[in-house]
């Protein structure tokens, strides 16, 4: 298994500002992905995230709004840019220890109110 | 990616056996299994895996006939703490979450 932090746990933030969501892993790992859970939905895969590489998102999701950095095997960061209230979510990132295991250990979550 | 179809809700006590069933009538061939457990304010847990016949491990079975159209995950005992929803997923690992089920487990 592994053990994955976020930061912050939660934020209450403005319209029109941007909020820098961290993730980081006890060990290195190749995949790592980014979801977004609305209140009371089911979780939605926002982009994947590989050391090296862009990022690839998935159909609704802009680059411009969701800039995603992957610096090293064990870190990776989710910005939510030009915030509106519609971006109240929890945000949760997960990785995959191994490849083609397709199983997926997730982070406790970034719970974001805009206001 | 297949589509997966749950029940929305499932009531049950404790130290009862819960079975949960998942269809899955479009799975691709090199298609896996996967459930998952998802605790208010916390990201899902892995449950179990698979991909065909049965697969057990200490905290639950999953069930997979021979065509894989469905599965089954099968809580034995529930207690309370097993409240949750629970995700059937299929695919690889771009993870698509459906609706879920919400069990509720009373005493």
């Known amino acids: 298994s592994a053990v994955i932090s976020q930061k912050p746990s939660r934020d209450i933030c403005q319209r029109g500002t941007s909020l820098t969501i961290q993730c980081q892993v006890d060990s290195q790992v190749t995949m790592m992905f980014w979801y977004r859970q609305q209140p009371g939905q089911s979780l939605t895969l926002i982009a994947t995230a590989n050391q090296g590489s862009e990022a690839t998102y998935e159909s609704g999701f802009v680059i411009d709004k969701f800039p995603i950095s992957r610096p090293n095997l064990t870190f990776s960061t989710l910005t939510v840019s030009n915030m509106s209230p519609e971006d109240s979510s929890i945000y949760l990132c997960?990785?995959?220890?191994?490849?083609?295991?397709?199983?997926?250990?997730f982070g406790p979550g970034t719970r974001l109110t805009v206001t | 990616l297949a589509k997966t179809t749950q029940p929305i809700s499932m009531d049950s006590y404790e130290g009862q056996e819960v079975n949960i069933t998942c269809s899955h009538n479009?799975?691709?061939?090199?298609?896996?299994i996967t459930w998952y457990q998802q605790f208010p304010s916390q990201g899902p847990r892995f449950i179990i895996q698979g991909y065909k016949t049965k697969v057990t491990n200490e905290v639950a079975s999953l069930f997979i006939p021979a065509d894989r159209k469905s599965s089954t995950l099968s809580l034995p005992r529930v207690s309370l703490s097993d409240t949750a929803v629970y995700y059937c997923?299929?695919?690889?690992?771009?993870?698509?979450f459906g609706a879920g089920t919400i069990l509720r487990v009373k005493s």
């Open positions: 997960s990785v995959e220890l191994g490849a083609g295991t397709y199983e997926q250990y």
């Open positions: 479009n799975i691709a061939t090199n298609d896996y």
């Open positions: 997923l299929v695919g690889d690992n771009k993870l698509v």
